[in-house]
Every structure is written in C-alpha cells, then in structure tokens.
C-alpha cells in the first residue's frame, strides 16, 4: 500500500494583519474552540511587544515573525529500534513541519513561564525568542545537540 499524500490546509488570513501565519498560529494557540479568545491574547500580547521593544525599527509582527524563525529547529531525532536497543536518528525536518514545531514550541515555552497572564507570557517568549535567548532557544538548541550527537546513526534513515 502506498502512503496517501495530506492535502495541505488552507488559512484565511487574519482580521487585524491579513496574515496567514498569524491565524496559523492562533489555531495553535486555540484551546476548546475559543478562537476569538486565542485572537484576543495574541493581539494583546503584539501590543506588549509594542510596549516591550527598545530601540527596535521593527513593528511587532515583524519582531514575531521573527522570533520563530529563531525558535525553528532544522532536525529532529527519532527512535528507531535495532537489534535489542533503541536508536535516536538524526532526520531533517521538512519546512511546514519546521514551522509547526516552532509554533507549538513556543506556545508551550509560554504557557510555562511565570508571568500574570497568557498575553505577557507569550510576549516575553516571544521577545526572548527575537533576542536568541529563553526556554524556546534552549530546547531548540537541545534538539541540535542530540541530533548531532547521534550522527554516527544518521546512515540509517530511509
């Protein structure tokens, strides 16, 4: 049998910055199909990151934008078992499902942070994540070491 190939989704772009990304990552956000709560939180936390930024040019968005660019990992390890021991294999990881992981990472990176609400926890994430720094760059960072750690194993994906 041969893999059936997903249709990939179509996003309508969003009220405020007719982005596709950003309903992208509000769906993500999204928790029991609240999603003008979801649109709330992430509107609020741009104008945080309005407030946040120094002396960057750059618009919140961009600053956004950004920030997961940062927070995308290249590779990704998976279990494979071999002879009695599982093996962790080294695999690149396509550019949607970079983005994806960037998303979810960064949502969960926030939602563990000490902040008042879900707003300012996603804008400081994703102003650490602008500045290379915090939780989301950390375990990025992780997944790069194990990845190239385990590289003797990379022969073995197919």
Known sequence: MRKIKKKKKLYSPDPK?????????VNHLMKNGKKNTAYRI????????????????????EIWKEGLKNSMPNVEVRSRRMGGTNIQIPVLISSNNKMTRAIKLLIKCAVMRKEKSMANKLAY??????KERGETIKRKENLH?????????????F
């Open 42 to 61: 992430f509107y609020n936390a741009m104008e945080k990151i309005d407030l946040i930024k120094q002396k960057e040019e750059k618009s919140s968005l």
């Open 17 to 25: 910055f007719h982005d596709v990304l950003v309903t992208r990552f």
């Open 145 to 157: 070491k194990m990845a190239e750690a385990n590289k003797a194993f990379s022969h073995f994906r």
């Open 125 to 130: 994430e994703i102003f650490d994540a602008f």
